[in-house]
């Protein structure tokens, strides 16, 4: 970049001699090359970097200008703009173009799978935690959009339910009535979607520093537990009352991120802020912390086996993680893809581990098997091109897996042979 000022400096310099004609020549295809670039620049930072940052397109595995377009064809609809939405593309494919900084190591296996996806209606909403109701229908949170939507997989239909101003639902859950609750992550509030009415019910924090509802999960009794991240705290709400309660964390800046409940109804909550699961009494809401070895990890979520392990993702350190409760043995694997793979959702099917390496690109489906110790992997889609990223997995009730893109906007049912 210095050569090429200094040539231009030296060319300027000599336009006062030969005439500026010359040296418009000389520079011409230049100049309007870099001309381009710059206007690409600015409208990438315009209709792209105001909805999420500049690191989602430099951290990619890079596209041609076809890719691209497919891409970003599901994140916004510029095609009343052509000019503009072909300066995007060019822009992109020509600075960002395919690169294996990120690939994945994908390892074989006996287990097939297939990916039924769904493109959810809005653009850029960010879709993301599915979840499977009762009823078979497909419920998703749409964060940057503030809705919730609903997914009928037999006929593809979707329903979209626009939420109170500024809710931003961070992920959804299913009651025992087969109602959607929500967490407003960013009003402050868990949200309650009556299946029949349609009715929006909220609940509001009652402390003022209880800010960003997060994860939540119904236990057995019918009580709505979930997590607060940069609050610190974790939450109890019984919806026949309305009551809320709230506990701090033991440490500050723990992060409880995921949470889950065993089969004798105590929460688990992981730490994405200490290297550390954290046991709530459903009680008295005390919290017991389990400081897991490396003080370098963060867990971004967890799940639990039928047999009471507690699986986990050291998302810092590149790891698969189980603990066991009744001997406190805690062992880790390295995921495939190493210690950068960032390992984020997680769930237990059939005995079988599953999580993904969303430090990867394409980001990769991990499974586990816990009886061999041994490793399978798959590269998930995104439509026609492979992006990013899964933030939370949960099982069907017939055995399948249901992720998401947030990327691309799509819902994705891993159909597992």
């Known amino acids: 970049m210095r ?32 001309n ?29 200008v076809k890719d691209w377009k497919l891409l970003t064809r599901t994140m916004i609809d510029l095609s009343n703009q052509p000019k503009i939405e072909q300066k995007i593309f060019n822009y992109l494919a020509t600075h960002y173009s395919p690169n294996t900084l990120r690939t994945p190591t994908l390892l074989g296996g006996d287990t097939k799978i297939s990916f039924t996806q769904w493109q959810t209606p809005t653009l850029g909403q960010r879709s993301r935690d599915p979840i499977e109701a009762d009823d078979g229908t497909i419920w998703w949170a749409g964060q940057r959009a ?3 939507g609903q ?8 329903k979209e339910y626009f ?28 949200g309650k979607l009556d299946i029949n009415s349609k009715k929006i019910t909220e609940y509001k924090m009652p402390d003022e520093n209880a800010r960003d509802p997060h994860t939540a999960i119904f236990d057995d009794k019918g009580i709505l537990w979930f997590t607060l991240q940069h609050s610190n705290m974790i939450g109890r709400l019984n919806p026949e009352s309305g009551d809320i309660k709230l506990v701090t964390m033991n440490a500050p800046r723990s992060k409880p991120y995921g949470i889950k409940i065993d089969k004798n109804g105590t929460p688990w909550v992981a730490c994405n802020g200490r290297n550390c699961l954290v046991k709530v009494n459903p009680k008295t809401m005390k919290l017991t912390d389990v400081m897991l070895p490396n003080e370098a990890t ?16 050291n998302s810092s350190q590149g790891k698969l993680g189980r603990y066991n409760p009744y001997t406190e043995e805690i062992k880790e694997w390295p995921s495939p893809s190493g210690s950068k793979s960032h390992p984020y959702a997680i769930a237990v099917i ?26 399978q ?10 992006a990013g990223i899964i933030r939370h997995m949960r099982a069907t009730r017939d055995g399948d897996l249901l992720i998401h893109q947030s990327s691309t906007n799509k819902i994705i049912r891993v159909n597992i042979e």
Not at 4 to 33: D, F, H, M, P, T
Not at 351 to 373: C, H, I, Q
Not at 377 to 386: L, M, N, T
């Open 36 to 64: 381009e670039q710059l206007k690409g620049k600015a409208l990438v930072e315009q209709y792209c970097t105001s909805c999420h940052r500049i690191n989602m397109i430099t951290r990619s595995s890079g596209y041609s």
């Open 3 to 34: 050569i090429r000022i200094l040539l231009k400096s030296i060319l300027s310099g000599i336009a006062y001699l030969i005439g500026v004609a010359s040296v418009n020549q000389a520079l011409g295809v230049e100049l309007i090359e870099d």
């Open 350 to 375: 059939d005995k079988m581990v599953w999580y993904n390496e969303s430090g990867m690109r394409p980001d990769a489906l991990v499974k586990f098997d816990p009886t061999t110790e041994t490793f």
């Open 377 to 386: 992997s798959w590269a998930i889609p995104s439509g026609k091109v492979y």
């Open 151 to 158: 997914i009928n997989p037999k006929t593809g239909e979707m």
């Open 163 to 190: 939420l109170p101003d500024n809710a931003m639902p961070h992920s959804v859950t299913t009651d025992q009535a087969g109602n959607i609750w929500y967490t407003g992550n960013k009003n402050g509030s868990v």
């Open 298 to 313: 963060r867990v971004r979520r967890l799940d639990i086996a039928s047999d009471g392990m507690i699986w986990y993702v």
């Open 146 to 148: 503030n809705l919730i």
